[in-house]
């Protein structure tokens, strides 16, 4: 199995990303936001936290744009798995894999704690280590995280099976407590919450590895 | 010549940074403030001295990076 990390000038949790994937068994290949290929036989890719670029005209938008970002979305568009997490959410919503916006979170204040999540659906390659509805903890670390998307949009979201999890006590306002979103395929995740950042006793708590376990397993089956 | 592109989020869209600052006006003792709004300006110095060309290259740059159109507007100033 092989995960690629992208790394930005800004990311900050790249190495997390890729402990995460190597502690579920990936050969992981780190890859800098300026190459123009992807390493060869690549199973999935992983878009880190942080503050990409800065966070300069809109947190995402000029990574999103980065000469790596263009083969991410081909990668995504031949049925690719990409995982974004946090600042990588927001790319893969400037990129236009995902559908909606993050904006600045509805109390302004930048939340950075241990938060719950309900799994609101386990048909995935991500979320089939959880039984459906369990509620994990997951830590939060962001400004803008508040998911927004017109009425038909997130209709469509939750109409599809595409809420992949859902805050139970909604921590920057998000419409609908949106914590994370699938692609159509589900093969894209992108979500705000670190699962990186629980997957060790050491980090407070393990529930975040049963997510990069489940993506070697279905991976390994595919 | 000189473009200006202003930024805003949409007619509808929550602003919490607007809010703020209108909360933070009340409370300066600024009456009869009854809506704050914030966006962003973004200026580009063009070597297109034709301006309908300029215009129609910096609308391209709006949809593709300046603006996120799922939340924001924008408009364009060209002088």
């Known amino acids: 199995m092989r995960a690629a990390v992208v790394t930005f000038p800004g990311s900050n949790c790249d190495r997390d990303l890729a402990v995460a994937f190597e502690a579920a068994g990936f050969e992981v290949h780190r890859v800098w936001h300026r190459d123009t290929s992807l390493p060869d036989g690549l199973d999935v890719i992983g878009l880190p936290g942080g503050f990409s670029f800065g966070d300069y005209l809109r947190c995402g938008a000029i990574a999103a744009n980065a000469p790596i970002c263009r083969e991410v979305k081909a990668f995504a568009e031949r049925g690719g798995h990409v995982l974004g997490i946090c600042n990588g959410f927001q790319v893969l919503l400037e990129t236009g894999l995902l559908p909606g916006a993050l904006m600045r979170n509805a109390n302004l204040h930048f939340v950075c704690k241990p938060v719950g999540l309900r799994v609101e659906n386990n048909q995935s390659p991500y979320t089939s280590g959880y039984d459906a509805g369990a509620e994990i903890t997951i830590p939060i670390a962001h400004h803008d995280g508040n998911y927004q998307a017109d009425a038909e949009t997130i209709a469509r979201l939750d109409g599809d099976g595409r809420v992949a999890f859902r805050y139970i006590d909604n921590p920057n306002g998000s419409a609908s407590d949106i914590a994370g979103i699938f692609s159509a395929n589900r093969r894209v995740l992108g979500m705000m919450p670190h699962p990186e950042r629980a997957i060790d006793p050491m980090h407070g708590g393990t529930d975040g590895l049963a997510m990069f376990t489940a993506l070697t397993e279905m991976l390994a089956d595919a | ?79």
């Open chain 2, 1 to 79: 010549m000189k473009a200006k592109v202003t930024v805003m989020l949409k007619t509808g869209v929550l602003d919490p940074q607007g809010e703020a600052v209108k909360s933070a006006l009340g409370s300066l003792g600024f009456q009869g403030v009854d809506a704050v709004r914030q966006g962003k300006v973004i200026e580009l110095d063009l070597a297109e001295t034709d301006a309908a060309a300029a215009e129609i290259a910096v609308k391209e740059m709006c949809e593709k990076l300046l603006a996120n159109t799922v939340i924001e507007s924008y408009s364009i100033e060209i002088a």
